[in-house]
T-cell receptor
Framework: AQTVTQSQPEMSVQEAETVTLSCTYD???????LFWYKQPPSRQMILVIR??????QNATENRFSVNFQKAAKSFSLKISDSQLGDAAMYFC???????????????FGKGTLLTVNP | NAGVTQTPKFRVLKTGQSMTLLCAQD?????MYWYRQDPGMGLRLIHY???????AKGEVPDGYNVSRLKKQNFLLGLESAAPSQTSVYFC?????????????FGQGTRLTVV
């Protein structure tokens, strides 16, 4: 079974600075997707960024980028130029691509609570 | 542009009472899921469905039942609520095939069992 580990329960960053959230995962599969979701106080789960495991290039979405290290099974999220609106719980998630396997579900880490200080 | 809609948003139950949470999606997704979120635990899968008329157990299914009679709806039932079921419940849906891949979430239901 796949597991996702976020080792930082809480992080803080100064507004306009850069912060990196860590995520590691354990899998025996070669084809999968990885995601970062953001959950602000409104509780809504918002997709921040996704990474296909077969792509070597790291995904980027505006101020958000990932450092995907497949061999190390590491998937960190970098937030540049942090804004007050980035304050939220961030979840790392894994989804298998293997048909007939566990591709039906997302497996989540326990989350990292990000505080942005003005 | 409704996406995934959960009802109700909040509920307080007494121990032993029953209730049903409704999830509706308008994206023609094959897969639907119920997760619960507890502090420090992330999101844990309760039950899921890969298509109309099919359901299966996730990681924490005890005390819950589900039904998917229509493709767009996924119901989560608590037959006899317990305080341990106090949680925030999320419904999600996604395409079955990997294209698209991400799950879309409802806004959550905060359930308190007293």
């Amino acid at each position: 079974a796949q597991t996702v580990t976020q080792s930082q329960p809480e992080m803080s960053v100064q507004e306009a600075e850069t912060v990196t959230l860590s995520c590691t995962y354990d899998t025996s599969e070669s084809d999968y997707y990885l995601f970062w979701y953001k959950q602000p106080p409104s509780r809504q789960m918002i997709l921040v960024i996704r990474q296909e495991a077969y792509k070597q290039q790291n995904a980027t979405e505006n101020r958000f980028s990932v450092n995907f290290q497949k061999a190390a099974k590491s998937f960190s999220l970098k937030i540049s130029d942090s804004q007050l609106g980035d304050a939220a719980m961030y979840f790392c998630a894994y989804r298998s691509l293997n048909s007939g396997g566990s591709n039906y579900k997302l497996t989540f880490g326990k989350g990292t609570l990000l505080t942005v200080n003005p | 542009n409704a996406g995934v809609t959960q009802t109700p948003k909040f509920r307080v139950l007494k121990t032993g009472q029953s209730m049903t949470l409704l999830c509706a999606q308008d994206m023609n997704h094959e897969y639907m899921y119920w997760y619960r979120q507890d502090p420090g635990m992330g999101l844990r899968l309760i039950h899921y469905s890969v298509g109309e008329g099919t359901t299966a157990k996730g990681e924490v299914p005890d005390g819950y039942n589900v039904s998917r009679l229509k493709k767009q709806n996924f119901l989560l039932g608590l037959e006899s609520a317990a305080p341990s079921q106090t949680s925030v419940y999320f419904c999600a849906s996604s395409y079955g095939r990997p294209s698209g891949t991400e799950a879309f979430f409802g806004q959550g239901t905060r359930l308190t069992v007293v």
